[in-house]
């Protein structure tokens, strides 16, 4: 888990037809993932597509209230459709609604920013975020992607896979990894190790290894099969980090996180195939 460390991944192989509406969705990925608004113009440097391209799907992005463009900088934001249409999606979220309850009281007792993520491909994405009531905030959004080789959730999400699952994630994860601090695992060996350790405990860190002076502990929900089908986080900034951070961070993470299983266990709509 981390703050603000977001992946854009550049279109999914085509599906006859479907092209056009793959450079809609990347360029509204880009937009959605790049820390600053961007122009036409850098947006389609960063995209790798002609100008003119991105011009012509910016209008009609645009024009459907999908992205928002600034009348004086000409700066490219998330419009106003898009916002409803997603809040409306993680606001229905079976899982988000199983665990929401559980996030309140994590955050209250721990004091810190509280993440909930699902896997999404190679990466993880934040489907809830509970703000610390500290005057110092993360910059995290609902909505992103991050790495699951340096973050908590990631980490603790890949640990308890069966293992051909978690063979399979490892092989699908890009390489080399991008090193986002001097802590970041160098390769799959390195994160393997971390892995075997995190399986062994029931909890993952993200020792400032996605930002520097983050510090992060991750630890799975299970669905009713006993595979792992999300992660919660507790993040910290380093510098006020508690004495006793298993007692006062990763007691309380593990125990909401067994409360959230128990619940998808006992409730026959909260099926693998439903919590989403």
């Known amino acids: 888990m981390s703050a603000n460390r977001s992946v854009a991944t550049p279109p999914a192989a085509q599906v006859a037809g479907t092209a056009a509406f793959s450079k809609f969705m990347h360029l509204l990925q880009l937009v959605a993932d790049t820390p600053q608004p961007m122009t036409v113009a850098e947006l389609s440097k960063v995209s790798g597509y002609p100008r003119a391209t991105v ?125 986002y601090t001097p802590n970041t695992p160098a390769n799959v060996a390195a994160l393997r190790r971390q892995l075997g350790e995190a399986r062994r405990r029931g909890w993952a860190v993200d020792a400032e290894e996605n930002e520097a002076g983050i510090y992060c502990f991750g630890a799975p929900i299970f669905g009713r099969d006993g595979v792992p089908v999300a992660a919660i986080s507790v993040s910290t900034l380093r510098f006020r980090q508690k004495p006793d951070p298993e007692k006062a961070y990763v007691a309380p993470l593990l125990e909401a996180c067994r409360a959230i299983t128990e619940r998808i266990a006992q409730t026959p709509a909260l099926s693998g195939a439903n919590l989403l």
């Open 55 to 179: 011009y012509r799907i910016v209008a009609a992005l645009t024009a459907e209230r999908l992205l928002a463009e600034h009348t004086q900088t000409g700066m490219l934001t998330l419009g106003p459709r898009l916002i409803q249409l997603a809040s409306r999606s993680w606001g229905r979220s079976e899982i988000r609604l199983a665990a929401v309850e559980d996030l309140k009281h994590l955050r209250d007792v721990t004091g810190e920013t509280v993440h909930l993520a699902v896997p999404n491909g190679t990466h993880m994405v934040y489907i809830e975020k509970l703000e610390s009531p500290s005057a110092v905030q993360m910059n995290s959004r609902i909505g992103t992607n991050v790495s699951m080789y340096s973050t908590a959730v990631g980490k603790a999400y890949l640990a308890m896979l069966p293992d051909d699952a978690q063979k399979a994630a490892l092989d699908a994860l890009p390489q080399p990894f991008a090193q």
